[in-house]
């Protein structure tokens, strides 16, 4: 079955940065778009960025653009997070989430159990 | 980037019938997604393209999409149903995912 692990999370100093890494396993990798959404401490979901299945296309929430990028290693089916210029309003936990099939309309069919990261000095 | 509001809380007595709403400018022309997230844990995609159901989500759980509000109701509902439930679409405009603010339902 699909299994999504991040890792990378902890604490971290304003204007630092952070890498996130999201493990996949139990499903063929290389073939789905992947994304990234965070949800604040007692907040609602908060989309951040998508990648496609090759890392050709990317696309980044407003509010991380310019200081976030999204990456993925198909050899080692393995999704990252860049997070630079860090900011307490960043905080919250962070997870990544699987394409369903090939739509971009489509939903997030599988989540990972997320990776808290915590933006304080 | 769209906009989608969802009531902040529902309440309903177990074997009730739940409906939350997820209004948007035309959200009808979209593909509504439905997610429901138990304290600590990841959220569960429950409801995907307006009224399709993943394997393992009971038939209690259906959804509708026309005009500016999507629904997703629940029948029967469940001590363990409570939880926090979201909407999300694809704005094509900006090429942006967008959530719903997200609605606590409580089981009396």
């Known amino acids: 079955q699909v299994q999504l692990v991040e890792s990378g999370g902890g604490v971290v100093q304003p204007g630092r940065s952070l890498r996130l890494s999201c493990a996949a396993s139990g499903f063929t990798f290389s073939s789905y778009g992947m994304h990234w959404v965070r949800q604040a401490p007692g907040k609602g979901l908060e989309w951040v960025a998508v990648i496609s299945f090759d890392g050709s296309n990317l696309s980044y929430a407003d509010s991380v653009k310019g200081r976030f990028t999204i990456s993925r290693d198909n050899s080692k089916n393995t999704l990252y997070l860049q997070m630079n210029s860090l900011r307490a309003e960043d905080t919250a936990v962070y997870y990544c989430?699987?394409?369903?099939?090939?739509?971009?309309?489509?939903?997030?069919?599988?989540w990972g159990q997320g990776t808290l990261v915590t933006v304080s000095s | 980037s769209s906009v989608l509001t969802q009531p902040p809380s529902v309440s309903v007595a177990p074997g009730k019938t739940a409906r939350i709403t997820c209004g948007g400018n035309n959200i009808g022309s979209k593909s509504v997604h439905w997610y429901q997230q138990k304290p600590g844990q990841a959220p569960v995609l429950v409801i995907y393209?307006?009224?399709d159901r993943p394997s393992g989500i009971p038939e209690r759980f259906s959804g509708s999409n026309s005009g500016n509000t999507a629904t997703l109701t629940i029948s029967r509902v469940e001590a363990g149903d409570e939880a926090d439930y979201y909407c999300q679409v694809w704005d094509s405009t900006s090429d942006h995912y967008v959530f719903g603010t997200g609605t606590k339902v409580t089981v009396l």
């Open positions: 393209y307006d009224s």
């Open positions: 989430a699987k394409y369903f099939e090939d739509d971009i309309s489509g939903p997030f069919d599988s």
